[in-house]
């Protein structure tokens, strides 16, 4: 049954000016959101929290600032949009970090001079170009990504060397100099140049004679030593504690020291310290005071006998033999002439110094590189200074922490090394077996330019840094 | 001889024969044609100020004025809905948006055809009737609505005949001459106005055309011209209504229905090509009494001989250049417009399915459509009266839903009956309602299918002024009426109908019927229409714009 | 929408695009220093396309509001609405590194992904709805005019009962007992049993139990003289029916037995072996009311469904596009290049 009524009786027909179905609901919320997104956003306004607006989370380091927008970011202060505008600004960094330049020839990048312990040094710029915030709580600001070393380094000659025109960067090194800028530089695993050092071929500089292989060889009496013996990470960690005489080489080589015995069955021998030359000298010589002091009948200075008829009886010797008591000093294998003269005395006495110097210096050269005084002959000599090289890359960083995992042998070619002068640092091939982009079940580890470079330069010494790079990278 | 009428019921007082008599035009009425029908004329007084008759309401008699005079008045509502003020009206007014008028200006001489002996312009919207005159003619006839306001100004003698004493009368020498004397002297005049082609011309051109002017009379259904016939002259429509139609392949088809005021065959007077269509006499609509038995009503005209009208030119030689000029563009005018509309398809089986008269047939996908009443918001907004034309509720066809809306029917019965002459067809042939429509209904429910509607004039948004509702130069406040309110097929609007403009979905379209369902009806599954059928008709702008 | 070979050029516009996008974004050449994300021209790029793209599906909504001006068609801004939203959810989840972000990021995906999902959900909705409309409701007519609908259904049918039945408060006399009017042997229908209180038992299998159980019949016989014109006899378990069933589902109430049109026309084969014949066309007219009743809830329960998606995805896509552009203004302040 349907309503058969003319349509103006059956329907209202104004009705298409009231709201549709969903319109009245629709029109209420859309106010009702839209009123409270601009509350929200002037209430934010207003009340000056700007964490909402964060494109990410802030790291950890700097995540106190995380309302404070206004301590990195600040208007960069000129035309129509000033106010609107608000980069990161170099300063605000610098407020808190030092990042003084990165080389003193490059053409960008480079920042204002900043004065600090008396010193004026550059600082770098554009610090937000590389080292982006807001990715993340965990990301490592340090870990800027290759491209911002490559886009430099990969053409160095072109792009990033200031004096490009005038002079091209110096292609091979001058003996003794600092190994030459290298020019194309694009990934560590593709095309980074092997190690400067084993590059030239140069040797171990250190004046010791040592050699690794005797060491670590399995015949050794009391045992063949193994790298731990001697080499011990530092606190850090990272690099290895110097090797000490005492606390390395004393237990075994303590016998290679030999004995001061100046005047040999009338003063107990010492073991020559490991120490100066001076101050084996001055021992030499506390010795040799010490037998005066202990005989000093022998010291005295007897006058020739009177009559000039008898002919001067030589002192009567010692008996050859005497019998020896345990504990008691050797017989004396030295004869303490007697002396006539003050010269004469001074003479014997500086000669069994000398003596004994020489016979130390025997001793020494057993390991060290021992220089006779070409003058003077008093037995003097001087020790060629060491010269352990402590770091073998100096422009990069390095962590023996982070290598516990790799045996040492599996790096440093130790056991066969028979040679001071060889050199056990490995290659860039021995890094690229782990240090490269994964393959299958090899790389993998990091490979990046700021693993192991530092962009910054270091604080001179003595100039305070703050809160410097080199504080902040993983490896120092 | 008829049996004994019982006395008609009716107010007023009941007339003698004697007094009838004594009246003019009852002078050759025979005596017991008087008498078959006892009653059915009353005298009725009235006083100065007293409303006779109100615009829109029902009647069922005629009034003859014997003494005193009338003021006789249509209510227009002016400035109906006004431009809008709002901000977003005013943004779309300053891009060049346009709201569709819904009522369109006139000129000051336009013929505003109402009930009675004397017809209205549309600058002055209230004229007088003096004793002598009728009124309410068609509301007697016809039953009508009172097309007019009448109000007596001076104390009046008033006769109120029903119909079968008001045919008697009609067939009074007398009072047809009293009519025609009425006729030439104050109406004729307006008429010949209001032709298109005699826009301008001087008034002497118009007073020779007057005297030349032959009033004819036609009984409905006899045919006033052919089809192919010589044409011997132009023929301006006085009384009743007029059928136009045309022979296209398959049967014959209904241009128009033109009334009171408007005139046919007018190109005749200039050219001589035979007639382009054929014009019948017409009867109107008995509205609520379908079985009412009444005789055929007689359609008067005024017609101008070529030769006659030759003449009247001669004089004014410099008037038969640019009306040449006149002709020869509405007839292109006319061509363009009917190769628009002329179907390829026609068959007289498939017109008996009501839709087949669409022209430009609404049609809603029921499967694309989401109900979500954006058709019917854009009608409304587009325009500027603030009224929906489009009603989405309808029949079905399988999964269109064929809405309340306009379609452009083959045969525009609407435009029968009008007692105005407010509804017309505009330039692309779309229905349109002038605004001094009366509110009376009929071509409402004329329309078969629903898409005329009446609406309250408070409807018609705020801004109705107060002028609106007071009468042109009487100073009366009367009640607002009723408006019918026709889809125009937003001719006018650049981008076509604002229906199929504005749907999201893609479900509403416009089709020629007979090219859409022809397809559909020999493969009952298709869904591609042919890709004109949604191009509407070429807008042209119509007059002003808001 | 349904999406049709219609669409077929936009979408391919939007796969087009989609790939370039990504490449774009992949192969982004600061990748490596900024890290893809907003930050690099490709993201910002993609960003303000997005913002771009959803200011235009934004915009449908102010268009609705004039759809007369001449703006282009209603059908190729929602073509443009799907296509070019769904690509600016693939370009933010491109400028974004698919990564959360901060706070108002966040707040961001969320309303994105509650107007993507709704928008998608009421395009499915609308790829089947309406043809769900158009087959199960054949009396629909417009939501708006559904409550006019039902009031002039509840009145009907207190004029149909009232023409049939006498009242519809008080109960008939009983009439006289009338011969089955079914065939013996028909199977037993189960009806309530208070719709025969006062009405001759039905027939369940033969006249003799009905004349038996019959009470005495309290009005005269047939014989007496012509009654006034009143309504015809035997009406009141059309009476009870409309009482107890038919005119509490007209008012919204849930009755079970007329919530579905199988069990509907049970109850109508029941209702008619009750009744006389005169009574027919009551029955008639009252079970087609309870019919178009149906329907109209049923229209207006697909219409809500329709259309309840709306209040969540306009809304929410108000609130995202101004919380984008503060974004955008607040990260372009911020930007550090």
């Known amino acids: 049954m349907k309503d058969v009524r003319p349509l103006s009786e059956r329907f209202d027909l104004t009705y298409i000016r009231r709201p549709h179905l969903a319109d009245r609901w629709t029109g209420v919320l859309t106010g009702v959101l839209i009123l409270a997104a601009l509350a929200a956003v002037v209430g934010m306004g207003v009340t000056g929290d700007k964490r909402v607006y964060t494109a990410g989370t802030l790291t950890h380091a700097h995540a106190m600032f995380g309302n404070d927008c206004a301590k990195c970011h600040e208007s960069a202060g000129s035309g129509v949009l000033a106010g609107f505008d608000l980069p990161v600004r170099d300063e605000k960094c610098l407020a808190c970090h030092t990042a003084p330049l990165h080389h003193p020839h490059q053409s960008r990048f480079v920042g204002a001079p900043v004065s600090a312990g008396g010193k004026s040094i550059v600082m770098s710029s554009d610090c937000s170009t590389c080292h982006i915030e807001h990715r993340g709580a965990d990301v490592r600001l340090v870990e800027t990504g290759d491209r911002s070393c490559v886009q430099c380094h990969e053409d160095l000659q072109t792009r990033g060397w200031t004096r490009a025109a005038a002079s091209p960067i110096p292609a091979s090194p001058e003996p003794g100099a600092p190994a030459a800028v290298v020019n194309s530089v694009s990934s560590f695993a593709a095309d980074h140049p092997q190690w400067a050092v084993l590059r030239e071929s140069k040797p171990d500089t250190a004046a010791l004679l040592f050699g690794h292989e005797k060491h670590m060889n399995p015949g050794l009496k009391d045992g063949p030593l193994d790298c731990v013996s001697c080499h011990v990470r530092d606190t850090d960690g990272r690099y290895m504690k110097p090797i000490t005489f005492d606390a390395h080489c004393r237990s075994c080589h303590e016998g290679d020291l030999k004995n001061i015995n100046v005047a040999d069955g009338f003063v107990p021998s010492i073991i020559t310290p490991h120490a100066s030359v001076d101050e084996v000298r001055r021992a030499i010589e506390e010795r040799k005071a010490l037998l005066v002091a202990q005989h000093p009948e022998k010291f005295v200075i007897k006058a020739p006998p009177s009559g000039a008829d008898a002919a001067p009886e030589p002192a009567p010797a010692e008996p050859a033999t005497r019998s020896r008591r345990p504990g008691a000093a050797r017989p004396a294998t030295v004869t303490i002439p007697d002396f006539e003269t003050v010269e004469a005395r001074s003479a014997w006495l500086a000669g069994i110094v000398t003596e004994s110097l020489d016979r130390v210096s025997q001793a020494c050269s057993y390991c060290h590189a021992v220089e006779k005084a070409e003058t003077g002959g008093d037995g003097g000599f001087t020790i060629v200074p060491t010269a352990v090289p402590s770091r073998w890359l100096p422009r990069s960083v390095f962590d023996h922490n982070a290598h516990a995992m790799v045996r040492c042998d599996e790096c440093h070619a130790a056991g066969k090394s028979a040679l001071t002068s060889d050199v056990l640092l490995p290659g860039i091939d021995s890094c690229r077996q782990c240090h490269a982009p994964r393959s299958g079940h090899a790389g993998g580890a990091p490979h990046s330019c700021a693993t192991c470079h530092i962009y910054h330069a270091p604080m001179p010494p003595g100039v305070p840094g703050r809160l410097s790079i080199q504080d902040l990278h993983p490896a120092r | ?546 | 929408m349904l999406l049709d070979r219609k669409h077929k050029a936009w979408a391919w516009f939007t796969v087009a695009l989609a790939v370039i996008g990504a490449l774009a974004w992949w192969f982004d050449p600061e990748a490596s220093t900024i890290g893809r994300g907003g930050s690099t021209i490709v993201g910002l790029t993609l960003g303000s396309l997005a913002l771009l793209f959803m200011l235009f599906c934004v915009a449908l909504s102010l268009k609705r509001r004039v759809p007369h001006w001449r703006l282009g068609r209603a059908q190729a801004w929602m073509r443009g609405h799907i296509w070019l939203g769904l690509l600016s959810v693939w370009f933010v989840a491109l400028h974004g590194a698919f990564e959360r972000g901060g706070p108002l990021t966040t707040l961001l995906w969320v309303l994105i992904a509650l107007v993507t999902l709704s928008a998608v959900f009421g395009l499915i909705l609308q790829q089947f709805v309406p043809r769900l409309l158009l087959h199960s409701v054949p009396g629909e007519t417009l939501a708006q005019q559904m409550d006019r609908e039902l009031e002039w259904i509840r009145k009907r049918g207190e004029e149909v009962v009232i023409e049939f039945c006498g009242s519809i408060e008080t109960a008939q006399p009983s009439p006289m007992p009338e011969p089955p009017t079914k065939a013996p042997g028909m199977p037993p229908v189960s009806t309530p049993a208070h719709f025969a209180a006062a009405a001759p038992a039905p027939a369940q299998g033969g006249a003799a139990a009905a004349v038996a159980t019959a009470p005495p019949p309290a009005s005269p016989p047939a014989a007496a003289p012509p009654k006034p014109k009143g309504p015809p006899v035997g009406g009141e378990p059309l009476r009870r029916f409309y009482v107890d069933y038919a005119r509490p589902f007209l008012a919204g109430e849930y009755r079970p037995q007329l919530a579905s049109p199988g069990r509907a026309q049970s109850l109508e084969a029941a209702l008619r072996t009750m009744c006389p014949a005169p009574i027919q066309p009551g029955i008639d007219a009252v079970m087609s009311l309870c019919d178009r009743a149906r329907q109209l809830r049923r229209q207006r329960r697909l219409m809500r469904i329709l259309f309840a998606w709306l209040i969540l995805h306009i809304p929410l896509s108000w609130a995202l596009i101004v919380l984008a552009i503060v974004h955008a203004v607040f990260a372009l302040r911020f930007l550090q290049r």
Request: proline fraction near 5%; include cysteine; hydrophobic fraction near 40%.
């Open chain 2, 1 to 546: 001889m008829a049996k004994a009428m019982p006395l008609a019921e009716f107010e007023g007082q009941v007339m003698s024969l004697e007094e009838l008599k004594a009246v003019d035009i009852f002078e050759d009425v025979k005596p017991d044609a008087i008498e078959k029908y006892p009653g059915t004329v009353r005298k009725r007084l009235f006083r100065a100020g007293d409303v006779i008759c109100q615009q829109g309401e029902g009647g069922t008699t005629a009034f003859y004025i014997v003494e005193g005079t009338c003021r006789i008045f249509i209510r227009r509502p002016d400035e109906m809905a006004g431009k809008g003020r709002g901000l977003v009206a005013r943004i779309g007014r300053a891009l060049g948006q346009q709201k569709l008028p819904s009522t369109r200006k006139h000129k000051a001489e336009a013929v505003v055809p109402i009930d009675a002996s004397v017809d209205l312009t549309y600058g002055r919207l209230a004229t007088t009737l003096e004793a002598g005159n009728v009124f309410g003619e068609m509301s007697c006839l016809n039953l009508a609505p009172r097309s007019a306001t009448v109000v007596a100004e001076t104390d009046c003698i008033l006769l109120e005949i029903l119909r079968n004493m008001y045919e008697v009368l009609q067939r009074s020498k007398t009072f047809k001459g009293r009519m025609d004397a009425i006729y030439r002297e104050r109406v004729l005049d307006n008429h010949l106005k209001n032709v298109w082609l005699f826009d301008g011309l001087p008034q002497g051109v118009i007073d020779d055309l007057k005297r030349v002017g032959e009033l004819l009379s036609y009984e409905a259904g006899k045919q006033i011209f052919a089809e192919g016939d010589a044409a011997d002259g132009m023929y301006l429509i006085r009384r009743g209504q007029v059928r136009v139609s045309k022979k296209f392949p398959g049967g014959e088809r209904n241009l128009a229905y033109l009334t009171r005021g408007d005139c046919v065959g007018e190109i005749a007077l200039l050219h001589d090509t035979p007639r382009s269509a054929t014009c019948t006499a017409a009867d109107h609509p008995i509205l609520g009494d379908p079985g009412r038995k009444r005789r055929p009503a007689q359609v008067e005209l005024v017609k101008i001989r070529t030769e006659d009208f030759k003449r009247v030119i001669a004089e004014y030689p410099e008037v038969r250049s640019r009306l040449e000029i006149l002709a020869e563009r509405r007839l292109l005018e006319q061509a363009e417009a009917r190769v628009l509309i002329t179907p390829t398809v026609y068959s007289r089986e498939v017109e008996d399915l009501g839709l087949i008269q669409g022209q430009n047939l609404m049609l809603i996908n029921l499967e694309k459509c989401t109900r979500c009443d954006q058709c019917a918001q854009a009608c409304m907004k587009a325009h500027d009266d603030g009224i929906s034309r489009l009603i989405r509720e309808g029949p079905r066809l399988d999964k269109y839903l064929v809405p309340a809306s306009c379609r452009m029917c083959l045969d525009p019965v609407c435009m029968i009956g009008c007692p105005v002459g407010s509804i017309r067809k505009a330039k692309d042939l779309n229905i349109v309602i002038e605004d001094w429509c009366v509110g009376c209904g009929v071509c409402s429910k004329q329309c078969p299918y629903n898409s005329i509607q009446m609406h309250t004039l408070e409807e018609f948004g705020r801004h109705v002024s107060e002028e609106a509702r007071r009468v042109a130069e009487t100073g009366e406040v009367v009640e607002v009426t009723d408006r019918a309110v026709v889809c125009d097929q937003c001719s006018g609007l650049p981008q076509g109908p604002a229906c199929v403009y504005a749907c999201p979905h893609d479900a509403a379209m416009r089709v020629n019927a007979v090219e859409f369902l022809s397809g559909y009806l020999t493969s009952p599954g298709a869904t591609t229409l042919p890709s004109f059928v949604r191009a509407p008709v070429e807008a042209q702008p119509v007059d002003e714009g808001t």
